[in-house]
């Protein structure tokens, strides 16, 4: 018994250290999301300059879960989103330094 718990807080902490340092993402397809941040979420409402989501964390910049505000960035992609849609949201420094939606897309 001992050593069935030895090895699950063992292959526990294999996987924390592997997610821990599993902050770069691979984009394949859109290099120009290089700078960016991902995150999941759900989307309330869309406005004229700004989105409302609930976030999970997003550990790259230290953010916890919430619901806020987001500004939609100058050119931002959100076509194939809908209000209530589960969605990754893609983010990035805006002129000002504060992070802004560069894109939103339907998850899965
Ligand atoms: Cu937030």
Redesign the pocket.
């Given at each position: 018994m001992r050593k069935f718990l030895l090895s699950l807080a063992f292959s526990t902490a294999l996987a924390t250290s592997a997610a821990a340092s599993g902050t770069s993402h691979e984009h394949g397809g859109h290099a120009n999301m290089a700078e960016g941040v991902h995150a999941t979420g759900e989307l309330h409402t869309i406005g004229e300059k700004s989105v409302n989501v609930s976030?999970d964390p997003i550990p790259d910049i230290g953010?916890p879960a919430?619901r806020?505000d987001l500004p939609l960035l100058e050119g931002a992609q959100i076509e194939g989103v809908s209000e209530g849609d589960k969605v990754m949201i893609m983010l990035e420094k805006g002129a000002d330094g504060m992070y802004g939606v560069r894109a939103l897309e339907k998850a899965n």
């Amino acid at each position: 018994m001992r050593k069935f718990l030895l090895s699950l807080a063992f292959s526990t902490a294999l996987a924390t250290s592997a997610a821990a340092s599993g902050t770069s993402h691979e984009h394949g397809g859109h290099a120009n999301m290089a700078e960016g941040v991902h995150a999941t979420g759900e989307l309330h409402t869309i406005g004229e300059k700004s989105v409302n989501v609930s976030h999970d964390p997003i550990p790259d910049i230290g953010w916890p879960a919430m619901r806020m505000d987001l500004p939609l960035l100058e050119g931002a992609q959100i076509e194939g989103v809908s209000e209530g849609d589960k969605v990754m949201i893609m983010l990035e420094k805006g002129a000002d330094g504060m992070y802004g939606v560069r894109a939103l897309e339907k998850a899965n």
